[in-house]
């Protein structure tokens, strides 16, 4: 059964079943998806993650499908109903779908209408309404007629039969399937407001009376729409026209017009009503919800991705603020290595005096500590800061840089802040976060929940477990594609590499701490707990700078080591020299290095690490500033050209930061002077760019802005 899987996927996505297999033996085998994609591509053909994964989740989605099999077959089996016929029939299915539809009819059921009229022995009669032939009805009901089993009429008899029938049409799996078809072509969602809660649900009066093809609905909408009807604001239906639905249950089952056949068009009526829209409404609605919730799960993922790739300042000496009005601003200074060298409070938005007093405070800090660069938190003051720093005329070359805060507070309140800082407060531990987030964003974000840090949409409203699956492991290929420093890494870092669990981070910092700083990675197989499996898939993520081996330091995996040894040997050199020397490398052909394990992607990726071994491949570190003077939203009016931050991504538009604490929406329609299907595809988040003001709305706090050249064009 598994070698169909590998060949029903492999069909799916245009790959062969030998890829397929080879990921599953992986997984299998312990091997995390980042440590195949990038040290396992001769077994996989290359696969990247994005394809390893969608593997993984249909192998997981088929061995499901197979479990429910058989829980089937042997309810069956244990009812003695299994036949050679049904379990063939059970054996070729390929979806869940149809796994249930195949199942209904057999499936223990509480007492129905149906059950009720089988136990009056009305399931002959049924039969007979079902032939449809010419019969004097009354004449056919009247054997059924039984006052013990309340069977008092002949209306009584042929109800009970119409319920048996209903049922029979309803189990149908052809039918199901008919109408699903229906329902995706024809289905309309109709949202209303709940009589008398126009008031309360001010906030969906978008769709109070609203209707569209349910198909060709929008997730963003949709998930709206639904947080209304849970909101009890908005009542919701899904479902195609009745009569279409009617006409093609109608041509399946009401052959005769006739009597009996006026009685099974009754009981089509009735199932289709009582029976099939409550079911294939709910269903639709699951599918459809689901949609949603994919698109909305792989836009807070791929923006997540996006500002933790986003450029870091590096090892500078900074001074951070956490700005604020009545309480002033958290002043700290980190070094290079974010380590917290003092703390303050400045008040630079209070009387002359203490912005006299702010201000010498600031530059005294900075000469003490050799300040290289200056974070500013975007929240509450922030302007109003920004403007006091630059006007202290500091040395030019101190970088003065406004940074995200969102999330810091939910950091300083952690655990991890607690342990990290235990002899500081909420507010030292808020500024630390926004200046070590300046240094090395990946480093700091790993710290807090990624469903803190702002950067999606609808997120309470989707499947939490999925939502965490996912942007777990975005939070994972972020750290391996950018690699770790063991020897200053923190615990929370070093979770995320592959292969290394919490207790595993938490041993390796342990034994830093106690042992010195690692200097080779084989070091690691000292630290308790960490085997030779886990070494396999952590070691090429891990990176000890200055250590024994310079290899180390590289990407290349402990594996290949022996490898680029051979290569340095017969270039007449140490490994270190042919690392520095493009002349030697260039000697190097790679097709003596070709083995049964070993082929040209591994080869071009360890020639890739000797010419630049441990690179960061995360983009240089861009000044940015937003327009001087306007700081608020009274500031702005419409044809304004202003530079702003990308904080956002959906799938109607982008929001972003034009520096006046309200960040201002892109639609989808002003993102480009063409069409655009996906904003993900002109924007991304931290993206700098130019705006145009197009409307300011300051009764609801609103900005419209458009990256169109021509922003005046609809």
């Known amino acids: 059964m598994r070698a169909l899987f590998f060949q029903l996927i492999a069909d799916q996505l245009h790959i062969t079943s030998r890829q397929v297999q080879a990921v599953d033996e992986l997984l299998q085998n312990g091997s995390t998806i980042p440590f195949i994609a990038r040290y396992r591509k001769e077994d996989t053909g290359s696969l990247d993650e994005v394809m390893l994964t969608t593997i993984r989740n249909s192998l997981e989605q088929l061995t499901a499908l197979e479990h429910r099999r058989e829980v089937i077959r042997n309810s069956l089996a244990d009812r003695q109903l299994l036949t050679r016929e049904l379990e ?8 869940m779908t149809e796994m249930e539809d195949f199942y209904l009819p057999y499936r223990p059921k509480r007492r129905t209408r149906a059950s009720v009229a089988r136990e009056k022995g009305l399931e002959p009669l049924a039969t007979k309404l079902l032939a449809q032939q010419t019969v004097d009805l009354p004449a056919a009901a009247a054997p059924y007629l039984d006052p013990e089993k309340e069977v008092h009429s002949i209306d009584d008899a042929l109800a009970g039969a119409r319920d048996i029938v209903a049922e029979w049409v309803s189990e149908d799996p052809a039918s199901r399937t008919l109408l699903r078809k229906l329902f995706v072509a024809e289905g309309i969602i109709v949202a209303k407001v709940v009589k008398g809660k126009e008031a309360a649900g001010s906030k969906f009066r978008d769709y109070f009376a609203w209707q569209e093809k349910a198909a060709a609905i929008a997730g963003h909408r949709l998930l709206a729409m639904l947080r209304g009807e849970k909101e009890k604001i908005l009542s919701i239906t899904i479902r195609p026209p009745e009569e279409n639905a009617l006409v093609l ?20 009526e009735d199932s289709y009503k009582r029976l099939l829209v409550p079911a294939l409404e709910n269903e639709f609605r699951r599918s459809l919800r689901e949609r949603a919730e994919g698109e909305a799960i792989k836009v807070f993922a791929d923006n997540l991705r996006e500002l933790l790739l986003a450029s870091p300042l590096g090892q500078k000496r900074l001074l951070a603020l956490d700005p604020g009005f009545r309480t002033g601003a958290k002043l700290v200074c980190l070094d290079g290595q974010g380590q917290l060298l003092h703390h303050d409070i400045i008040y630079p938005t209070h009387s002359q005096k203490k912005v006299t007093e702010a201000a010498a405070v600031i530059k005294t800090l900075c000469h003490r500590y050799a300040i290289e660069a200056i974070a500013i938190g975007n929240g509450t003051a922030s302007r109003e800061t920004e403007a006091f720093i630059r006007s202290l005329d500091l040395d030019g070359t101190i970088d003065i840089v406004m940074v995200n805060e969102a999330g810091a507070s939910v950091y300083s309140a952690s655990e991890v802040a607690r342990t990290e800082f235990p002899d500081h407060d909420l507010t030292v531990r808020g500024a630390v976060s926004i200046g070590r987030r300046l240094q090395d964003p990946l480093a700091e974000l790993v710290k807090i929940d990624p469903k803190a840090i702002g950067v999606g949409q609808y997120q309470h409203d989707v499947d939490q477990q999925a939502l965490k699956r996912r942007l777990d492991e975005v939070v994972s290929s972020c750290v391996n594609i950018v690699g770790v420093e063991v020897n ?3 615990p929370e870092l070093l979770s995320s590499v592959s292969g290394l669990s919490p207790v595993l981070a938490h041993n390796i910092v342990r034994f830093r701490n106690e042992q010195g700083p690692f200097s080779s990675r084989q070091q690691l197989l000292k630290v308790p707990r960490l085997g030779a499996k886990a070494f396999e898939q952590a070691a090429g993520f891990l990176r ?9 330091a590289s990407a290349v995996h402990p594996e290949r080591y022996s490898l680029v040894n051979q290569m340095a040997q017969e270039c007449g050199c140490p490994v270190k020299e042919l690392m520095a020397s493009e002349s030697l490398r260039q000697q190097i052909n790679l097709q003596r290095y070709i083995s049964s394990t070993v082929g040209l992607p591994t080869l071009s990726d360890i020639m890739a690490e000797l010419a630049r071994p441990g690179r960061d491949p995360r983009r240089k570190f861009e000044r940015f500033s937003f327009q001087e003077g306007i700081c608020q939203l009274e500031d702005l009016k419409p044809g304004m050209k202003l530079p702003g931050l990308v904080t956002n991504v959906t799938r109607f538009g982008a929001f972003v930061d034009i520096g006046v604490h309200q960040d201002g929406l892109v639609h989808i329609s002003q993102l480009a002077d063409r069409y655009v299907r996906d904003p993900g595809e002109v924007v991304k988040v931290q993206q700098q760019v130019m705006v145009t003001v197009m409307e300011v709305d300051r009764e609801r706090r609103r900005i419209a802005l458009s990256l169109r050249e021509r922003p005046e064009k609809p």
């Open 88 to 95: 063939n029939r059970l054996l070729a299915i390929t979806s």
């Open 249 to 268: 249950l109608r041509q399946r089952f009401v052959r005769r017009d006739n009597p009996a056949g006026h009685q099974i068009n009754t009981a089509v």
């Open 488 to 490: 200053t890494a923190s």
């Open 544 to 552: 000890i700078r200055n250590g024994s081996n310079p290899l180390d």
